[in-house]
């Protein structure tokens, strides 16, 4: 029951791209790399015959999670303004779907971490630790701040990521 509803919204949000005029963000970087890891095929851009051969050839299941990967690659390439709309419209809960995760973090400085970690509480569950662990490298920052003891990451959403 929760995939029809995960892919009753996937839909709506690829008809709501579509009907905005929005289809050209389509991020093709990331539709290849889906369509890659579904049927181990690489389609170059702007080669209609091979991607047309290519969907042609591709099973039913292929096709249904290529469907989705569309809608993932519309989403990846849509404007921050628009894909905030959608997500109010639909009223999209992250702290059901979003966990602090290291590609987030690594998109980040370290200052704009030490906010992030005030902001989910993780600098209170650091305690004595929190400076500490900014006086180390990003990547070894990022692994602490993914690895405290005892702290739940569920439901806490930075305020950059809240619309």
Not at 119 to 136: C, P, Q, S, T, Y
């Amino acid at each position: 029951m929760r995939w029809v509803r995960i892919l009753c919204l996937l839909s709506d949000f690829l008809v709501a791209i579509a009907l905005s005029d929005q289809m050209r963000c389509v991020d093709h970087k990331t539709l290849s790399g889906i369509w890659e890891k579904l049927t181990q095929e690489l389609i170059p851009a702007g080669d209609v015959t091979k991607a047309a051969a290519a969907t042609a050839a591709a099973d039913d299941a292929q096709m249904a999670h290529a469907v989705t990967g569309v809608t993932i690659a519309a989403i990846q390439g849509l404007d921050v303004q628009h894909l905030t709309r959608l997500c109010k419209h639909h009223r999209l809960d992250l702290a059901k779907h979003w966990k602090l995760c290291k590609e987030f973090l690594e998109l980040i400085t370290k200052s704009e971490m030490m906010v992030v970690a005030d902001e989910l509480g993780i600098r209170a569950a650091l305690g004595d630790n929190f400076k500490k662990v900014f006086g180390k490298s990003k990547s070894e920052v990022i692994d602490a701040l993914l690895a405290v003891v005892g702290f739940d990451y569920t439901g806490k959403i930075p305020k950059v990521l809240k619309f």
